[in-house]
């Protein structure tokens, strides 16, 4: 995005007259989250596709048990130029019931140099697909007797796929091996999730196994290294190497193994007498500790909620680069992708409490207790976004985990439209399938939703029991179930039937009345969900509150079990407001019919964070005092994304008292995103009257996100300013701000400031480059021929460099090709000549791009300069 979005999908969540839907999600592109082996995607399961067959439905069930892997020891080397892993891996096995005299073990993309029997020089036989190895063992072993496989092995990970949640499934990658990229460390790193760890070490690849292990990391001595469990020891091998012993004693799956290698800075705490490790490179040492806040308050929060203390031996916190997913709960060591890495004043806007504690409480779910099975992915997953919202409820507030919960509920109905599956889906059509909105935000909301049906003690008492009884193995989703059922005494069969092993959700009409003469108020709740796509019914157990007259509440817990019911209540006289679904917990899309009057009476009595915020959005575009006033008093709100969303319906009828309040949230509003909307509205309402409270913003404010909406407001409002402060700017090393300083300067048609696009234009990173080289390449174009012919010529030696960024290559290619397009249209200063030659110079950097994605992206952008 070019600039920060103040209010997220939930802005979208609610219509804009008094009879809308209370949840409608927004559209595919709301939603983008990354978090461990995540991008949010629907399973395109479409309605109406199937066709009537007799065979039996698609199942994938968990793998079949036949050796018990007990332990893994690895002596690893690299050999960075081939990209290879050197291996030594002994395996110790047991029949895990039936005698057996071979083992099936997964090696993928593999050479085998030799495979014996600890203990005995003489090779056993095996054979190799080149996906599985089968090992004969000679003679036949029973249960409980152990034996050891040596395998020594070249493994050469390589790119085969991967998924919307992983980009590519290496297991192992190699990133700028050979140091030819001047602006990217060498690393090495692993990302085994689903089954991509047998890409460098052969194992039996699947969730429902657990081993301990040991790892003898070999390595240049000016790398540090990170992986399972303890540091034992580091040996200085004396020819420039070191090799790191690190022992797991604790069983977990193969594929939380993990690796990480590169020149890190580690800042090293301590929790309860447990080493907190945090990766970083160099130059964030001292942003360390920021960019993982909270990291020892959450294991505190998360052990006393859980009352099973962090059970693993370490915790330590990893950045790499050109990760291929958002982040990765391996046990002792989460990998975190490059955008968690940042300096901490750009923390201020946007801080990783929500991933980090997404992957910290994996550790118990999903690392203590594991999923059996990818078709029970959201016992894993689900729990860990659930942790969002505790984290937030706990630190921040109610309201703050009510918002990300709204989020969430969107994240999952937007998805939802493309297609639904039951959450415990044995029917997918691949895997990787699993990692989608359902897993994540379905999974959430549904153990909310119990959470609020069972009451906060029975809900963590049964999570403990749960964790307790399933320590250290693997489960399904009945697991989970009969935890809480004794705990609570209850069968909670209809529970789970409805959220975790069918589809969909519900879809409600809710219409409130009032009967004088019988003094009664009547709630009529009518499920319209498409009943063959979905249960027709579901059962949901719902507060009701009404408010009455003398200003009490009374609440009614009711069940609706059937496809159109109503309930009726006494009352004397009507109530001031009728709220269905008072604790605001239920997934569902609402087409709740309340009035006016009752939404304003909602946004000052309701206690809830979701009440104000429906209340809000519905009156949008009201016109009368009453509404306004609503309006205007969430201008003033408790919490910032009321503030902003009353922000967002100010429109051009907004007298002086509004902008003065404006004017004011711009600069003294707590919240950094706030004071942001709060410029960008003033800008929106063409109100040229806060060029004072701008500069004091670009001055002294501490959130790079203001400074750059202030800046943004002075280039159009005051734009000698704009020039004098960007010039002030210049040297923070900000994407954002940088942008905005172009685009300044490119408005000015003044080619003195060529030179500050020369001096960054080989720093910024990723999209943003592409609009930062188009700003010089329209400034020089400005500025004539002369111009042009400089700025063409440095733009090609960026793009035939191959050790900047592919992104900044690319942004400079693009960048030439429309000056290309400028002389072709006949504008400019210049002649046709000079369109010629740029592209001839077009031409020689697609000959010498070595690049194939890059050159395929030249080729579509001008497909007559194919060689």
């Known amino acids: 995005m070019k600039k920060i979005t103040l209010f997220l999908a939930a802005a979208f969540l609610f219509g804009c007259n008094t009879q809308q839907k209370v949840v409608v999600a927004p559209g595919p592109d709301m939603e983008f989250r990354q978090l461990d082996t ?24 968990s793998r079949k048990r036949e050796n018990d892997l007990l332990h893994t020891r690895l002596n690893l080397r690299f050999d960075w130029e081939k990209e290879q892993v050197i291996g030594i891996a002994a395996l110790t096995l047991t029949p895990y019931f039936y005698p057996s005299d071979k083992a099936v073990l997964d090696a993928k993309g593999f050479e085998f140099q030799k495979i014996s029997m600890e203990g005995s020089e003489q090779p056993l036989h095996y054979t190799y697909d080149g996906e599985q190895v089968v090992v004969q063992l000679g003679r036949q072993y029973r249960k409980g007797e152990k034996y050891t496989l040596n395998i020594s092995y070249t493994a050469m990970p390589s790119e085969s796929g991967g998924s919307a949640a992983i980009t590519s499934d290496k297991g192992l990658f190699f990133i700028n091996p050979r140091g030819e990229d001047i602006d990217k460390p060498r690393q090495i790193w692993t990302q085994g999730e689903t089954e991509n760890n047998s890409r460098w070490f052969p194992t039996i690849d699947s969730p429902n196994e657990r081993c301990t292990q040991e790892v003898y990391l070999t390595v240049d001595s000016s790398m540090q290294t990170l992986s399972n469990g303890l540091l034992i020891s580091s040996t200085n091998n004396g020819d420039g190497t070191r090799t790191d012993y690190w022992k797991m004693d604790q069983p977990h799956a193969p594929y939380l193994f993990m690796l990480a290698i590169g020149k890190y800075a580690v800042v090293k705490e301590d929790w309860e007498g447990k080493p907190v490790w945090y990766y970083v490179e160099p130059e964030y040492e001292k942003d360390a500790t920021a960019i993982f806040a909270h990291t020892k308050e959450m294991l505190s929060f998360f052990s006393d909620k859980l009352k099973v203390k962090y059970p693993w031996p370490k915790f330590a916190q990893v950045v790499v ?34 991933i980090v504690a997404h992957e910290m409480f994996h550790h118990w779910f ?10 029970n992915l959201t016992l894993n997953e ?53 990692f989608d909105s359902h897993s994540y935000n379905k999974g959430g909301a549904i153990l909310h939703m119990l959470r609020s049906y069972l009451g906060d003690d029975a809900f963590w008492a049964g999570l403990n029991l749960y964790l307790t009884e399933n320590a250290y193995s693997s489960v399904e989703a009945h697991n989970l179930r009969l935890a809480f059922e004794a705990v609570s005494g209850e069968d909670l069969n209809w529970f789970f039937n409805q959220w ?8 409600l009409n809710v219409t409130y009345g009032y009967d004088a003469a019988k003094e009664q108020v009547t709630v009529k709740v009518e499920q319209t969900q498409d009943p063959t796509q979905m249960p027709a019914i579901f059962e949901l157990p719902v507060a009701i509150d009404l408010y009455l007259e003398d200003g009490k509440t009374e609440r009614k817990e009711v069940r609706v079990r059937e496809r159109v019911q109503t309930f009726t209540f006494d009352a004397k006289q009507e109530p001031r407001l009728v709220t269905f679904d008072a604790k605001r917990m239920l997934l569902a899309e609402v087409q709740d019919n309340k009035t006016e009057s009752q939404l304003i009476y909602q946004f000052y009595h309701a206690p809830k964070f979701l009440d104000r915020y429906e209340s809000l959005q519905r009156l ?9 006033k609503v309006m205007e008093d969430a201008l003033s709100g408790p919490f910032w994304a009321i503030r902003g969303l009353a922000i967002s319906t100010i429109d051009e009828s907004a007298g002086e008292n509004v902008r003065a309040q404006l004017r004011q949230m711009a600069t003294g509003d707590p919240h950094s995103q706030v004071r942001t909307g709060a410029f960008e509205k003033l800008m929106e309402l063409d109100d040229a009257s806060a060029s004072e409270e701008a500069k004091a913003a670009i001055g002294h404010d501490s959130s790079y996100a203001v400074i750059g909406s202030a800046l943004q407001y002075l280039s159009l409002f005051d734009k000698p300013a704009a020039l004098e402060y960007a010039s002030l700017l210049e040297e923070e090393e900000i994407d954002g701000l940088l942008l905005a300083i172009g685009e300044i300067y490119v408005e000015s048609e003044n080619p003195r400031y060529l030179s500050f696009f020369e001096k960054h234009a080989g720093h910024i990173k990723g999209f943003s480059a592409i609009y930062f080289l188009d700003g010089y390449q329209q400034l020089a174009t400005m500025s004539g021929l002369e111009a042009t012919k400089a700025a063409a010529s440095k ?23 429309e000056m290309r397009k400028t002389y072709s249209d006949g504008q400019g200063n210049g002649k046709p000549e000079m369109a010629a030659s740029l592209m001839e110079m077009i031409k020689t950097i697609r000959k010498k791009e070595t690049n194939a994605q890059l050159q395929s992206y030249y080729d579509q952008m001008m497909p007559d300069i194919r060689p």
């Open 38 to 61: 995540m991008v949010v995607t629907a399973n395109k399961r479409q309605a109406g596709t199937e066709t009537e067959n007799y065979s039996l439905p698609v199942y994938h069930p």
């Open 620 to 628: 949008q575009g009201s016109s009368s005092p009453q509404a306004r």
């Open 795 to 817: 733009l090609q030696a960026l793009a035939l460099d191959d050790t900047q960024l592919s992104w900044r290559r690319y942004a400079a290619t693009r960048a030439l090709n």
């Open 321 to 354: 680069r050109d990760y291929v997913s958002g982040a990765m709960e391996n046990t002792t060591c989460v990998v975190f992708g490059e955008p968690v890495q940042r300096h901490r004043r750009e923390l201020i806007d946007d801080n990783n409490d929500q």
């Open 382 to 434: 689900g729990f860990a976004n659930y942790s969002e919202y505790l984290w937030f409820e706990h630190q921040y507030g109610a309201d703050e985990a009510d918002y990300h919960l709204l989020n969430e509920w969107s994240g999952y109905l937007s998805a939802a439209r493309g297609g639904i599956h039951p959450l415990i889906d044995f029917g997918y059509g691949d895997k990787e399938d699993m």
């Open 500 to 507: 975790y092993f069918s589809e969909g959700h519900p879809e």
């Open 366 to 375: 999903g690392d203590l207790v594991t999923c059996e099975s990818w078709a």
